[in-house]
């Protein structure tokens, strides 16, 4: 799960991180309020969508010489201009593809005398089982492009779990971010409360790009993107209260209420498959057949026949799809559970695209008994290979 940046700072702030004053706002009529409580004299209005990259982003509904979705004002006034022309409109970045995401939520922050940027964050490096620090002097900038050009500026620290961020470990991080003075010495409060934050909230990734060192020396938060692990969250009344269901797609919440493991995309061939290994291979041989996934959806070793129903609903309403394929191992899911599913959420939501179907494992036979007799236009598959071909024919005609 994700959370807007506002939050982020918040949460941060909340075991001692240096964040600038800020407001968030959903109204342009909240934007001059909003302003006057801030010191000033130099505002930010950032824009407030689960994506990067929103300083070079360009808005749909405005000429591309416009500004983008992170602006600096000079006055109140400029302040509530800059909210008129964002909220509302679409933005579109590097991370959001072409569709872009609408701006229905803005921060407006107190601006901030900025001497360096560096890169800071948090993350599991499983090649060695602990939580690392990855920081960079290269701050403010497109962190994939600097691994790319100049991974020599890239460093990691793994942490101890069983010490923590120890002394010897802030020395190293501050080494490597080349801090010194009023700098150095936050040093030694603000990365062991990174590492804690990191750790009770179950975080799977605490970015903050830029962390800044200000013309006063001090260092301070200048953005911050966190997600979580989804399988913690129960642990996290908190953090799931911030969830905005407005930036994910309709249908992985509705996915996430079956447990399912949904992810949309951009093709035209919904999938339905139990096993991420097998839906991977799916997804694979569908685009060697010339076409494109709709989704990745897993509906899991020990799925019963309502959460498959609810698997090929979600898939159906999506527009895009075309052509669906139902590809199932049965080992702890029997066959003849998959094809009394299908046959359910079919009879419910009606066939408007061709249907093709491979069973194979436990209860095979029953399975492709039930389908068959079904008296539905499902296309049977005897194997992964011949489902591929048999969809993506029906789809060209």
Not at 361 to 374: A, F, H, P, Q
Request: aromatic fraction near 4%; proline fraction near 3%.
């Amino acid at each position: 799960m994700n959370i807007h940046e506002y939050q982020a700072k918040a949460l941060l702030k909340g075991y001692g991180a240096p964040v600038a004053e800020g407001v968030a706002i959903l109204k342009v009529e909240e934007a001059e309020a909003a302003a006057k409580s801030l010191p000033g004299p130099l505002y930010v209005v950032k824009s407030q969508i689960h994506a990067g990259g929103r300083g070079k982003g360009k808005f749909k509904e405005l000429s591309p010489e416009a500004k983008g979705g992170v602006r600096l004002a000079k006055s109140i006034e400029d302040v509530v201009a800059n909210v008129k022309e964002m909220l509302g409109n679409t933005l579109v970045t590097a991370q959001t593809g072409e569709a872009g995401k609408q701006v229905n939520r803005l921060y407006i922050e107190d601006g901030a005398d900025i001497a360096r940027e560096l890169y800071c964050s948090l993350l599991v490096d499983r090649s060695v089982g602990k939580v690392a620090f990855v920081v960079s002097t290269e701050g403010g900038m497109d962190i994939e492009a600097v691994a790319h050009d100049t991974p020599e500026k890239i460093q990691t620290i793994a942490i101890e779990p069983e010490t923590g961020v120890t002394a010897a470990d802030v020395a190293k991080i501050s080494a490597a971010l080349e801090l010194e003075g009023a700098a150095a010495e936050d040093a030694k409060s603000l990365f062991p409360l990174l590492y804690k934050a990191f750790n009770e909230k179950d975080m799977s990734l605490l970015e903050i790009n830029p962390l800044i060192v200000m013309k006063n020396g001090h260092l301070r938060v200048l953005d911050a993107k966190m997600s979580f692990d989804g399988n913690a969250l129960f642990r996290h009344d908190d953090v799931r209260a911030l969830r905005d269901e407005t930036e994910e797609d309709a249908k992985e919440i509705e996915a996430s209420k079956w447990d399912l493991a949904y992810v949309a995309l951009d093709g035209n061939i919904g999938c339905m498959v139990n096993g991420a290994g097998l839906a991977m291979a799916t997804m694979d041989i569908i685009k060697l057949y010339g076409k494109e996934p709709a989704n990745f959806c897993d509906v899991g070793g020990g799925a019963g026949k309502e959460k498959v129903a609810a698997a090929f609903k979600i898939i159906t309403a999506d527009p895009k799809v075309e052509g669906i394929l139902v590809n199932i191992f049965g080992g702890i899911m029997k066959c003849d559970v998959i094809a009394e599913g299908v046959i359910a959420a079919v009879k419910e939501v009606g066939l408007k695209v061709p249907l093709v179907v491979r069973l194979e494992g436990t209860n095979v036979e029953l399975g492709k008994k039930i389908l068959n007799e079904s008296g539905l236009a499902i296309t049977a598959a005897d194997d992964l290979d011949d489902a591929a071909k048999k969809i993506v024919a029906a789809i060209n005609g």
